[in-house]
């Protein structure tokens, strides 16, 4: 589904509140934060986690309204909720950042009236593929909500760039192309924050009043800028995303692509015999031979190393002190500049670091500032110890700023096997050549040293899972190039699905997928003549490279 523009008032200003118009009127309101995922849409924070990020930012409205300073810089949302520990909303450029990985995602304030769904708790959810449960953005949620208050059966989403209808009484969505099924519901949460401002008096798609043109938007504050977070564009308009047409990705709270269960017996799955098939398990996993979905055998090809794996590399470099990492990358500065930030803490590079209170070192003080070396971007050292040891701790570091990879980039993603197989049918957009298939196994198991709660259960949920490419030159790259990332444990991870809420489970990381052959209404499948460029630039961002390929 694509980002929708409706009931309630984005706000962009800041103020954090619209005034009131006359003709409009204005009621108590509740305020809502959403972050952006790829396709546009928006996706709200929980209510706990809204009512801490309220909070925060009505709290420095009232002290810079006594003070005449400017909004506080950042939020951290692990201060809400421990799983989004990683991440923190950058207030002035309406950004949220996670620490570990550098990714940004837009974030918006959007207020509903108290009346409304969201003044009452009230959540609609579609069931993902998974099995489990993913709430509508709030403007739809109160769209759904007026039309069962007022008793109608069925509501049409077009005017929210959705291509679907939702049967309230059956309570069931339905795409209008493909005519597949949903189940949704109805649920009961805890109400969205209230806030001191006022609500629009009207709902609906935003009209062209002066109150909904000067809050229609989500662009950045720009009370303070910054120089290295990127500003997102203005979200105001209702999207339709065809695809993965964005090179910004992943892990604003780690978004998945919806996974099959099984695909043996789904549309998309091929009934032609393979031509050939490759198996890599990983560095651990197993070896024995899996049968592919079309019956045809795939021995498992064990991957030969002549020396120590780079995997058990890595995990071995997180025994290296975290401050011994921070100085191999990083030179310090005797003099700092004068007006420049720290984008990891959004505080003066001239100050001490906002860490100071979180993260302690025997070497690295608060006001030591570093020059990564190739790159040369400047930052806290000691901001950037605690986002490495908020992070995989694999003796490499990523500049938050341009990305640049210091190091070999690995992941935390739990054994399994890698499986390649290909045959004679097109994809869409591809009628010249045949495609590859690339089958997942990974199974449920403990967590180690690496993971987030090691010696805990880990789920692994939808596998194996089934993946498709075009057999063409630069789809045979890409396939070699996730190789690399598989063996580098980079194509998956153990944390907290975005689709189910389920924590403890095996999601995606970062590289996205297509997991559907012959339809992209879901964003899934193909044709997306962007897909291929969009996957190499999400492989360069880890790390994975055309120079590995000549290692």
């Given at each position: ?160 760039g959705y291509n679907y209808d939702v049967d309230l009484v059956a309570q069931v969505q339905t795409n209008k192309t493909t005519r597949f099924r949903r189940s949704v519901q109805r649920r009961l949460d805890s109400p969205y924050p209230v806030t001191s401002a006022s609500a629009p008096g009207h709902a609906g798609l935003g009209c062209s009043c002066q109150q909904c043109w000067l809050n229609g938007g989500t662009g950045p504050i720009t009370t303070r ?58 560095a651990g996993g197993p070896s024995t031979g899996l049968s592919a979905p079309n019956g045809v055998s795939a021995p498992s090809l064990p991957v030969k190393m002549s020396k120590p794996s780079k995997v058990n590399q890595a995990l071995a470099a997180m025994l290296t002190e975290p401050e011994a990492v921070v100085r191999k990358y990083l030179e310090e500065l005797k003099g700092t500049p004068a007006d420049e930030d720290c984008i990891i803490c959004m ?205």
């Open positions: 589904m694509a980002a929708a523009q409706g009931a309630g008032s984005s706000v962009a200003g800041p103020s954090g509140a619209p005034a009131s118009v006359p003709g409009h009127g204005s009621t108590p309101a509740v305020a809502v934060w959403e972050w952006q995922d790829e396709f546009g849409r928006w996706r709200p924070y929980r209510g706990n986690v809204c009512s801490y990020i309220e909070q925060v930012f009505q709290a420095s409205q009232q002290k810079g309204r006594r003070s005449g300073s400017g909004l506080v810089s950042s939020i951290p949302l692990g201060h809400a909720d421990a799983v989004l520990a990683p991440y923190v909303i950058d207030i002035p450029s309406l950004t949220q950042f996670r620490q570990d990985t550098g990714t940004m995602r837009a974030v918006r304030r959007h207020l509903f009236p108290g009346s409304s769904a969201a003044g009452q708790g009230i959540v609609w959810e579609w069931q993902n593929d998974e099995g489990g449960w993913s709430p509508y953005e709030m403007s739809v949620c109160e769209v759904l909500e007026q039309a069962r208050a007022t008793n109608h059966q069925r509501v049409d989403l077009a005017p929210f800028s910054r120089h290295s977070v990127t500003n997102f564009p203005n979200s105001s308009a209702t999207h339709q995303v065809s695809g993965r047409t964005t090179s910004a990705t992943s892990a604003g709270v780690g978004f998945v692509p919806y996974n099959k269960p099984t695909l043996s017996a789904a549309r998309s799955t091929p009934r032609l015999n393979a031509q050939s098939t490759w198996a890599l398990p990983q505080e003066k590079l001239a100050s001490p670091s906002g860490y100071s209170d979180a993260c302690e070192s025997s070497t690295i003080k608060p006001e030591t500032v570093g020059r990564l070396t190739n790159c040369q971007h400047s930052f806290h050292m000691l901001c950037v110890l605690a986002m490495y040891s908020n992070g995989n701790k694999d003796g490499s570091l990523q500049c938050p700023s341009c990305k640049t990879i210091y190091g070999e980039k690995t992941g935390t993603q739990p054994k399994g096997k890698m499986e390649v197989s290909t045959f004679p049918q097109s994809l869409p957009g591809h009628k010249d050549c045949g495609t590859i298939q690339i089958v997942y196994h990974i199974s449920r198991g403990i967590q180690g040293p690496e993971h987030p709660n090691p010696g805990m259960p880990y789920t692994a949920r939808g596998f194996p899972r089934y993946c498709y490419l075009p057999d063409n030159e630069k789809g045979r790259k890409v396939l070699e190039l996730l190789k690399v990332a598989w063996k580098r444990r980079l194509i998956f991870t153990v944390g907290t699905s975005s689709t189910t809420g389920e924590s403890n489970t095996v999601v995606w990381n970062e590289i996205h997928h297509k997991t559907e052959m012959d339809t992209n209404l879901s964003g899934h499948g193909y044709p997306d003549p962007n897909y291929l460029d969009n996957v190499l630039a999400e492989l360069a961002a880890q790390g994975v490279t055309e120079d590995c390929l000549r290692k």
